[in-house]
């Protein structure tokens, strides 16, 4: 049974964000994002795959179709496919994510 | 934009674990499972679809493969695709889980 523990996952680094991924499938990707304070995934889009994003701690801003909205723990948000999206950190601590994608960007 | 507050989606029955549905789309489920102590889902498995469970809250027995295994808040697993696979709540306490499915069931 292929388990991960989410905390045991974690990575963070002074130069970027951090994508640990959890679990990869030919249907989904299940990963980590790890941003410390001001760091971001800049906004893209992808035509075929939809995503979502649920802040497990911290706060993130997060950008999806030209809208901004702050999240905190526990609060989640759908990226429509062929919708701009991505995420910052706009808070003074420590900022996770979990990120679903489905199906996984070719 | 899309957003769902976790808590404030929980639902909880005497009855049956109840699943709330966070986001739906043609190509993947996004669902909080809300189990009251004792409550579970049924072990069952779809040919053509990958599942994630995350326990937030509580303790979780899930069960893929045939391998049963207790989950913790803050851990996750993989049920592949034709595997069996389900979930009780093992624990005193009510347990939530995120659970993502891709691609929906047909």
Chains 1, 2 share one sequence.
Request: proline share 6%.
């Amino acid at each position: 049974m292929e388990t991960r523990d989410l905390q045991a996952s974690e990575r963070f680094a002074p130069d970027k964000m951090q994508k640990c991924s959890l679990f990869q499938t030919q249907r989904l990707w299940c990963d980590l994002y790890c941003l410390e304070p001001g760091q971001a995934q800049k906004v893209h889009s992808h035509a075929g795959s939809d995503k979502v994003y649920l802040v497990l701690d911290g706060r993130a801003a997060v950008t999806v179709g030209g809208e901004e909205r702050e999240l905190a723990a526990g609060q989640a948000v759908l990226a429509p496919a062929g919708q701009p999206h991505g995420v910052r950190n706009s808070s003074e601590a420590r900022t996770t994510l979990l990120v679903m994608t489905a199906p996984p960007i070719s």
